[in-house]
């Protein structure tokens, strides 16, 4: 919905951070393969599996397939990226 002055109300943010577990890795493509929780903040829900670009492959050097993680998205108009991964210790 936008306003008069032609802004957006009601905008999803443009940072969204979600927790999920390492499915794949590709770096050749720069890609994570993700199971993720529901994100709410920009209405996604739970998946069993969604490949996302990474901002650099530096990404993926520590990242293991079948690790628990928290991430952060960066989402614009055209794209999903991954812009930090963590592993989550118990």
């Known amino acids: 919905m936008s306003d008069a002055a032609g802004g957006q109300q009601d905008a999803k943010p443009t940072v969204a951070q979600g927790i999920g577990v390492i499915k794949a890795i590709d770096t050749t493509k720069g890609t994570v393969t993700l199971a993720h929780e529901a994100i709410s903040s920009i209405g996604w829900p739970a998946m069993a599996s969604m490949e996302l670009k990474v901002a650099s492959t ?33």
Do not use: Y
């Open 58 to 90: 530096d990404l993926l050097k520590a990242a293991k397939i079948g690790e628990k993680v928290k991430f952060t998205l960066q989402l614009t108009d055209t794209a999903t990226t991954v812009t930090s991964i963590a592993p989550i210790h118990s």
